[in-house]
């Protein structure tokens, strides 16, 4: 079992910048893809960027040249940077880990919260 813990939203306008942590527990989070994924009102879940154990990163097409995934093992720590926001990046981030992919998490944290005015 691995428990994630996101900080880092908030509010920002159109442009602005943010940059979300996600802290997990235990000794095993280097050998898990990580990524972050996000959810607006009324819509699916979607993986927005994501980096593999040996730090091969994916990103969704709208998150291409504006966001950011790095990953410090040493810190059990992900983050995305996230530069030019737009009111369409409104969502809840959340941080999920998986040692079979992004594309099958496994563990979620409880998200942040990111609002972007226009």
């Known amino acids: 079992q691995m428990e994630l813990a996101e900080s880092g939203g908030g509010s920002v306008q159109t442009g602005g910048s943010l940059r979300l942590s996600c802290v997990a527990s235990g000794n095993l989070f280097r050998i898990h893809s990580v990524g972050w994924y996000r959810q607006a009102p009324g819509e699916e879940r979607e993986l927005v960027a994501g980096?593999?154990?040996?730090?091969?990163?994916e990103y969704a097409d709208s998150a291409k040249g504006r966001f950011t995934v790095s990953r410090d093992d040493s810190k059990n720590t992900l983050y995305l940077q996230m530069n030019s926001l737009k009111p369409e990046d409104t969502a809840m981030y959340y941080c999920?880990?998986?040692?079979?992919?992004?594309?099958?998490?496994?563990?979620w944290g409880q998200g942040t919260q990111v609002t972007v005015s226009s």
């Open positions: 999920a880990a998986s040692m079979l992919g992004l594309r099958t998490p496994a563990f």
């Open positions: 980096v593999s154990p040996r730090n091969n990163a």
